[in-house]
């Protein structure tokens, strides 16, 4: 009998959840993952409780560590990013919480599902789809200066409450996050960001509080703003006309960071919002979706 791609990744769960160890509940740990299933480029808080204060706890998931910190109820909690690339399957949250001279382990099996995403057909100027050899360098430059600055976590939470939209909510989403892209007839690498079509010179705002961390203007990204919101989270804000902050500025949530335009590569004006947490392409809408848990991660 077929089974659906769905139905196998559920009955494996199954499986894995039958057959684990769960030895964190019997040393005393309560673990939550919300959401307990995720797909690519979803953004999940694993809240952990212990017994007692003063132990040290250490996370992994899918080879990257968790970065946790102590919430006003007393518990940890860590976000974890699923790549938009991320290959569907189950992929274990591993705690190793460390009392009394002894270690425990603790696996907690997530299961990852394929994002669906549709394929997008755009048509470009030759330049912007091939760079000119001359402007290589360029490139490879600013994406490695972006690289560097999202491997810094600090281990301090910046934002506040939740997550909002950056734009007036007359201009809604696209829905492009994710989409494959066929550029003059060549596949490409995924979106790896929101776009909200709006008139040049609409407001663009904070989504949170942060740390303006990068201010510029790139090849393909044209004029951008970057901010740190903590604990190895980014949000970016490009194709901006204007930009009205500096680096090193602690804006708040809902703070006018520049206007709309069409710097960098485009086919119309609209802002691009894309999200990071550490080296993980995550979708920013997200965020919103976190609700009240952003606020005491």
């Not at 360029?138 to 690289?147: A, D, V």
């Not at 790896?192 to 740390?211: I, K, S, W």
């Not at 960071?257 to 086919?267: A, D, E, P």
Request: net charge neutral.
């Amino acid at each position: 009998m077929h089974r659906s791609g769905a139905g196998c990744l559920s009955l494996l769960l199954a499986f894995a959840t039958l057959f684990l160890p769960d030895l964190g509940a019997a040393a005393g740990l309560a673990v939550t993952v919300s959401p307990s299933q995720a797909r690519q480029g979803d953004i999940l808080v694993v809240r952990v409780a212990v017994p007692e204060a003063g132990e040290t706890l250490r996370g992994t998931f899918a080879g990257r560590s968790l970065l946790f910190v102590p919430g006003a109820d007393g518990a940890y909690r860590a976000l974890v990013g699923i790549d938009v690339r991320q290959l569907p399957g189950i992929y274990p949250v591993t705690l190793h919480w460390r009392t009394r001279g002894a270690e425990v382990t603790h696996a907690l099996p997530v299961p990852v599902r394929d994002g669906a995403f549709p394929l997008q057909q755009l048509t470009l100027p030759p330049r912007m789809v091939d760079p000119d050899p001359a402007d290589l360098p360029r490139i490879r430059e600013e994406q490695e200066h972006l690289e560097a600055l999202f491997a810094h976590a600090d281990g301090t939470p910046l934002f506040s409450g939740p997550f909002v939209v950056p734009i007036d909510p007359a201009f809604p989403p696209s829905g492009t996050f994710g989409r494959r892209r066929l550029l003059n007839g060549q596949l490409r690498s995924p979106h790896t960001g929101e776009d909200f079509p709006a008139p040049a010179g609409t407001p663009v705002l904070a989504a949170n509080r942060g740390l303006v961390a990068y201010t510029g203007e790139m090849y393909f990204a044209g004029k951008s703003v970057v901010l740190d919101h903590g604990l190895g989270l980014y949000t970016l804000y490009t194709h901006l006309d204007t930009i009205a902050v500096e680096p090193g500025e602690l804006v708040a949530r809902g703070q006018f960071l520049g206007r709309v335009g069409t710097s960098g590569r485009v086919t119309g004006a609209h802002l691009h919002w894309g999200a990071r947490l550490g080296p993980t392409r995550v979708d920013p809408m997200a965020l919103l979706r976190l609700g009240d848990m952003a606020s005491q991660p």
